[in-house]
């Protein structure tokens, strides 16, 4: 079955400082990949997607994330963190098996401290 | 433009009663998706739908149902609501069927007692 994991549940880093967030998923095919972000009293947004093509691909908000399919992962990055990013991570996977499936992860709080 | 738009925004219902929520998608957009997220946790895929028609659906039991209509406004009912039921219920519109970028509205709060 389709799965997604995001192994940290939260995540604290100093403002100004790089970022990664781990993003493991399970599906046979090749999968569609999303990562999304949450910020208190707002709605889901889009951060970035992968489809096809090259494996590093760039998102909003200075966001990028990599597609490894021999780890299974997808892990966001920033280099450079700023206060206003502080907010829950989704990494979610498309799954078109028996229909159009948009799988989530648990997702990941991130804290920036001064 | 305007964006995803659902409501009500909050509901408060009794165990065992039904609701209806709505959602209207971004114009132009032909698919909308319904989510179910519970406090601490990611949303869970419940249906999609594209030219009024069902194009995936998730685990939840047959007390949930949707509909689609001709100007692909969007209606998700819930049935002999539980306490388990109280979630917020997201509503994502896109251009077409299957993972192009989704567009969410800011959900429709539903708490059962």
Known sequence: AQSVTQPDIHITVSEGASLELRCNYSYGATPYLFWYVQSPGQGLQLLLKYFSGDTLVQGIKGFEAEFKRSQSSFNLRKPSVHWSDAAEYFCAVGAGTGGFKTIFGAGTRLFVKA | DAGVTQSPTHLIKTRGQQVTLRCS??????????????????????????????????????RFSARQFPN??????????????????????????????????????????
């Not at chain 2, 999609?48 to 039991?61: I, S, T």
């Not at chain 2, 209606?75 to 069927?97: F, H, P, T």
């Open chain 2, 72 to 113: 692909y406004s969007s209606e998700l009912n819930v049935n002999a609501l539980l306490l388990g039921d109280s979630a917020l219920y997201l509503c994502a519109s896109s251009l077409r069927q299957g993972f192009y970028e989704q567009y969410f509205g800011p959900g429709t709060r539903l708490t059962v007692t």
């Open chain 2, 25 to 62: 998608p971004i114009s132009g957009h032909k698919s909308v998706s319904w989510y179910q997220q519970v406090l601490g946790q990611g949303p869970q895929f419940i249906f999609q739908y594209y030219e009024k028609e069902e194009r995936g659906r998730g685990n939840f039991p047959d």
